[in-house]
């Protein structure tokens, strides 16, 4: 048996639960937890950074034990213990009554990163914020799933602008001991190692445990004293730079994470790769059906039948492509375990427009099969991209289907909104059907000037936490400089428009765009009446220069004296700021180059906050955009299209947001923005939740492969009717 082991032994036995509590990120999603936090200790609640593990660890003894005997603590702690246990019953729930008993359809979801909360940086971007919305909806659903992913010790970079606007910033090392998650110990109390082979080595894991409602996440660790140096850095940081490292991690997670779940004895009848990184795991989890009697033939085809494969990007450096060298020398040793020759492995990763490694994409799609792209357009890219996989059928004929992103509501709502608005106007059960469009439609119940008064204070709470960071900024002799604290956003003013641009620095989403035409966006935020401001935030990837500059462009745009500060660049863009942003901009402004944001989701958290997107036609909002709830428009062709985006959004923003944002009434509300605000949320909560694409995942594909997980494999859909390729052929 294997177990973690509670880490308070301060706690007074009357509260003892809390320990229970601080470890289950359900506290993250649920205001009732937060409070009972926060009930204890406001301060140590704020000291901790809203980590309630290391709050406990931070309170005085005298601190805990007068609350375990204050009456009035007691009966709220015994009020939230009591719906959390509740909540816990893996019984109930809607899979439960609608789909399939708990005991029967696990999933194994397997991710290369997981975006929960600030306490755990293990994440770079959307694809984390993804998984962790994803864990969180199945427990809200009771959908059974097990997570694997890898414990990040050097977390993601902590960003630090140097003054001349450029990104330095190191990764800080994450505080295991105060950070939610607990490694989990055997029997005897030493951590469970889990061995798995590497090319010619033996790579010794540990496992960590982060409960996430119902749900559970096991991180693996490469970082024990039982490895080599080398391969005690394999888990060091997210996507390690070079093809090797990067294989590395891969196999690591792949057929680590799988090995790692069978040592648990934990059990799953369905495996869900949440893009390429893990896909390694479809072999060892052969391996494992090959060791329980079934041929190696039937065996992949079982795991091929029970594997989802979701595909993330059309951009080409998401995809990893490994020399066939380096796969001949980390493989030639494990294949014969799953009797595959190398040649037709090889076969496996073959991108037939591109030939001449091993593409982990192609790998994916091969081996599972139900795989799916993340919008409708996506879908559409995708099927042109990867159409060689299918040489026999035609592009319409193609098995690719589409599961829209959708973003875990009770995680970015805003709490005051949904708690007093949203309760009071749309029912005291809105959350429980908030993917039912009928609990959105009474949105328009609520008074305008309500609405707008909930989004006044939310802007001005985001000012506030901008001047706030800018204080300490000016506060810390070492970094007290003009040009930090100018870029900061310190002169931001709560009553002018505001756009928000927050996301990775990656090229093509173009965050420069909006600088194309410095006079006339000098123009529109000088306004004496009428002035616009933006606030930008995000970071890049440490290893891409490139992007670094681009950075650096929109910083030297905020600290340039012209723009009168009222364009401002907010450091170290994480899950706490995001949220922020997402509730107190007036506008979040999204203008990749398409067809390249497979789907985008922080414009969906925006606009759940009546935050109202403007964005061109590309990913989500093609399916978003209703022509009276956001802006959109459609992208150039051409050499000249990021001129022509650029004026595009310009004359939107001179044309129409402008006017229409400072069109108020004698008491100052402006009743045509503020019907934009409410068409952006009834549009959100029905159809970009991750409820809505939680329940769509399983009667697209769960169901099916549950049901594939159960039977014998029948030998009828193979791999070569349907790719016309068949790596079995010599057995
Ligand atoms: C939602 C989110 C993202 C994803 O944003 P996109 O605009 O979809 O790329 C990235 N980072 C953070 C912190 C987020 O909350």
């Given at each position: ?5 509670s ?6 036995e009357?509260?003892s639960?809390?320990g ?15 409070e ?27 601190a ?12 709220h ?6 719906r959390f246990?509740?909540q ?5 729930g ?17 991710s ?13 971007g ?13 427990s ?8 694997v992913g890898f414990?990040?010790p ?11 606007g450029w990104q ?17 110990l055997?029997d005897k ?35 024990t ?16 730079g ?17 090995r790692?779940?069978s040592?648990?004895g934990i ?17 060892e989890?052969a ?22 494969f ?5 951009v ?8 066939h ?7 030639s ?12 492995f090889?076969?496996l ?8 490694g091993f ?16 919008s409708?357009?996506h ?25 829209t ?21 749309l029912?005291?059960?809105?959350l429980?059907?908030h993917?039912?469009?009928a609990?959105?439609g ?7 000037q ?8 939310m ?6 936490k901008i ?6 900024l000016?506060?810390?002799r ?5 040009s ?11 009553s ?36 616009v ?9 440490p ?14 745009a ?6 009168g ?13 995001a ?15 398409p067809?390249?944001?497979a ?6 958290k ?17 399916e978003?955009?209703?022509g ?9 062709l ?31 509300i ?14 959100t ?15 697209k ?5 549950i ?23 010599g057995?």
């Open positions: 048996m294997y177990g973690v082991k880490k308070f032994p301060n706690l007074p009357e509260i639960g809390l229970e509590l601080a470890y289950n990120l359900w506290w993250s999603w649920h205001p009732q937890g937060r009972l936090f926060k009930s204890l200790s406001r301060t140590g609640w704020y000291l901790s950074g809203h980590n309630p593990v290391r709050m406990l660890h931070q309170l005085s003894e005298e805990l034990d007068a609350a375990s005997k204050d009456p009035h603590f007691l009966r702690y015994k009020a939230v213990m009591i246990q509740n816990m019953d893996p019984k109930t809607w899979f439960c009554n609608n789909v399939a008993d708990p005991g029967v359809g696990t999933l194994a979801y397997f290369a990163e997981y975006g929960l909360h600030h306490a755990l940086p293990f994440y770079a959307g694809l984390g914020f993804l998984a962790g919305d994803f864990l969180k909806e199945c809200d659903l009771g959908v059974p799933v097990v997570g414990m990040y050097q977390g993601y970079l902590r960003q630090r602008i140097t003054p001349d330095a910033g190191a990764c800080e090392l994450v505080d295991r001991e105060n950070a939610p998650i607990r490694r989990l055997d109390g030493e951590p469970v190692v889990v061995n798995v082979s590497i090319g010619k080595e033996t790579v010794y894991l540990e496992v960590w445990k982060v409960e996430v409602g119902r749900t559970s996440l096991y991180l693996i660790d490469t970082c004293e039982h490895n080599t140096p080398e391969n005690s850095c394999v888990t060091d940081r997210l996507y390690a070079d093809p090797e490292s990067r294989l590395r991690q891969e196999m690591v997670l792949g057929i680590g994470g799988i790692a779940l040592t648990l059990k799953y009848s369905v495996l869900h790769l949440n893009e390429g990184h893990p896909a390694f795991a479809v072999l989890r391996r494992d059906m090959m060791a329980g009697g079934l041929s190696a033939k039937e065996a992949f085809e079982q795991v091929r039948r029970t594997t989802v979701t595909t993330h990007t059309p080409p450096a998401g995809h990893d492509i490994f020399p060298s380096l796969m001949k020398r980390y493989f040793h494990y294949l014969p375990s799953v009797g595959i020759e190398m040649e037709a090889l076969e990763g073959q991108n037939p427009a591109n030939p001449g593409n982990m994409t192609a790998f994916a799609m091969r081996c599972s099969a139900h795989h799916n792209c993340v409708k357009r879908l559409e890219v995708t099927r042109k991209m990867w159409r060689h996989l299918w040489p026999d059928l035609s592009e319409d004929k193609i098995p690719l289907d589409y599961v992103n959708g973003v875990h509501v009770p995680t970015w709502i805003d709490r005051r909104l949904g708690d007093v608005i949203f309760t009071k106007y029912g005291r059960d809105w429980d059907e993917d039912n469009p609990v959105w009474m949105i328009d119940d609520i008074p305008d309500v609405l707008w008064r909930h989004h006044c204070a802007k001005r709470m985001l000012i506030n001047r706030d960071r800018a204080r300490h000016w506060l810390d070492e970094r007290a400089d003009p930090l604290l100018m870029s900061s956003g310190l002169l931001l003013d709560p002018a428009l505001t756009l928000g641009f927050a996301r990775r620095f990656a090229s093509y989403k173009r965050p420069t765009l909006i600088l194309s035409d410095i006079e006339r966006l000098k123009r529109m935020v000088n306004d004496t009446w009428r002035p401001q933006i606030i930008f935030a995000g970071k890049a990837h290893d891409d220069q490139q992007s670094k500059m681009i950075l650096q462009r929109v910083f030297n905020a600290r340039e004296p012209a723009f500060g009222r364009i401002a660049f907010v450091e170290d863009y994480d899950e706490q700021v949220q922020y942003l997402v509730h107190g901009v007036d506008v979040w402004l999204n203008n990749p180059r067809p390249m944001e789907s985008g989701t922080s414009g969906m925006a606009t759940l906050n009546g935050v109202p997107h403007l964005s061109i036609l590309d990913g989500w909002w093609i978003g955009y209703n009276s709830n956001g802006w959109a428009f459609n992208g150039a051409g050499g000249e299209s990021d001129l022509l985006d650029a004026k595009a959004i310009y004359d939107m923003i001179e044309g129409e947001v402008i006017p229409l944002y400072y069109d108020v009434d004698e008491e100052g402006p009743h045509g923005w503020v019907n934009v605000m409410k068409e952006a949320m009834k549009m909560g029905p159809n970009f939740s991750a409820r809505r694409m939680v329940k769509e995942y399983t009667e594909f769960y169901r099916a492969a049901s594939a997980a159960v039977s014998r494999p029948t030998g009828e859909r193979g791999w070569s009717r349907e790719l016309g390729l068949d790596p079995f052929r057995i």
